[in-house]
């Protein structure tokens, strides 16, 4: 009556395409009734919908390139790296669960588990608290970035193709997202990760990547404090630091990089997104704010090419400080208003969908007896 989960066994090419399928040992049965009702009560106790996706950094707008699709060609049944990462990035994020990554050679069928690049992890989707953890692992995967970026982290560990209740996702067809699955196996229990050669190897852009060192007014993300200026008529001038290159004479040639913001009354530089790029956000006389975030990488060097506005009320305040007060690396707003109090604006740009200085609170009093504030 109640069964044991039994391993995934190998995998073959259906004749569709490269959709590796798997064929399965026969289940053994509990010996006990009594032992396996306790288990399935249990189940169904604990089982919860999924609350939480792996922690993942703060990455800036490059990314990797889609990985190609490049099937079992070897044999080299040891666990790699990258996929003993995913694994253990998943068992944190949602609690240990079983799991198999290596298969033996001489199993039958083309599979990744016989390079140690696959990961078979076990969810049912026949227990919803199961099934609500395989939709926050897949949806985390395959989310679209804060820049941008389709199918971000599974570009950024490497993932090849996913498997999953008769369906498939591959990266070299990532553009038709996720399609009927001829194999064999249903693939109803468990989750079929497969990994690019880069990605088992944590080569990618998930394990390479650095924290950037964050620098306040730096344009082009080169530590180098840059110039941003706008004349009369609205146009906005980039004054690149070439400090080194230029002999030591920083400033010595611009270019124009926008027009239009003669229509705001303040700009004020700000890591927002806290990339180590210096945004600008500016306010217009109605009191709204306004992000023009920096895509220096994404748009071809052309930063603040874009605003949307993030805020309003504004206009009740007469002075606005940018700083660092909370020490996480992105950048706050200190705001005062005539009558001295003194409020901020905490940067919770993660937390808050990407909406920084979505709340405040008062943090002083008394600010009008001072005429210069420096910060």
């Not at 390479?208 to 200026?229: A, I, K, M, N």
Request: proline share 5%; aromatic share 12%.
């Amino acid at each position: 009556m109640f069964r044991t989960r039994a391993r995934p066994q190998a995998d073959s090419i259906p004749s569709t395409g490269p959709h590796p399928g798997s064929r399965w040992r026969p289940a053994t049965a509990l010996t006990a009734w009594m032992v396996g009702l306790v288990v399935a009560a249990a189940t169904i106790l604990v089982a919860t919908p999924a609350s939480a996706a792996p922690s993942t950094p703060d990455f800036g707008p490059a990314i990797d390139a889609y990985a190609s699709y490049d099937p079992q060609d070897t044999c080299d049944p040891t666990a790699k790296p990258g996929t003993l990462g995913l694994r253990d990035l998943l068992d944190e994020a949602y609690g240990s669960h079983t799991s198999y990554v290596t298969r033996a050679c001489g199993d039958g069928g083309t599979s990744e588990h016989k390079e140690g690049r696959a990961l078979d992890y076990m969810l049912n989707y026949n227990n919803s608290g199961e099934r609500a953890i395989a939709d926050d692992i897949l949806t985390w995967l395959l989310k679209t970035d804060r820049h941008g970026n389709k199918h971000a982290n599974a570009r950024r560990l490497g993932i090849m193709y996913l498997i999953w209740d008769d369906k498939i996702w591959s990266s070299s067809q990532a553009a038709d997202g996720w399609r009927e699955y001829s194999g064999s196996n249903p693939h109803r229990d468990h989750i079929h990760f497969s990994l690019s050669w880069a990605g088992a190897r944590k080569q990618t852009s998930w394990w390479q990547w650095e924290e950037p060192e964050r620098t306040t007014h730096s344009v082009t993300g080169d530590s180098f404090s840059d110039l941003v200026t706008t004349k009369s008529d609205g146009t906005m001038w980039l004054y690149s630091n070439n400090f080194v290159r230029d002999d030591g004479t920083p400033y010595s040639s611009n270019r124009q990089i926008g027009h239009g913001w003669n229509t705001y009354d303040r700009i004020i530089p700000a890591d927002a997104t806290g990339d180590g790029f210096t945004d600008l956000v500016a306010l217009k006389p109605d009191g709204t704010m306004w992000l023009y975030s920096n895509n220096f990488v994404r748009d071809d060097g052309i930063p603040y090419s874009s605003g949307r506005q993030i805020g309003h009320g504004w206009n009740t305040y007469d002075r606005i400080i940018a700083a660092d007060a909370t020490g996480d690396g992105f950048t706050d707003l200190v705001a005062l208003k005539p009558d001295g109090t003194m409020w901020l604006y905490s940067n919770n740009f993660v937390r808050d969908d990407g909406i920084p200085y979505s709340s405040n609170r008062q943090i002083g009093h008394g600010w009008n007896t001072f005429n210069r504030i420096v910060a």
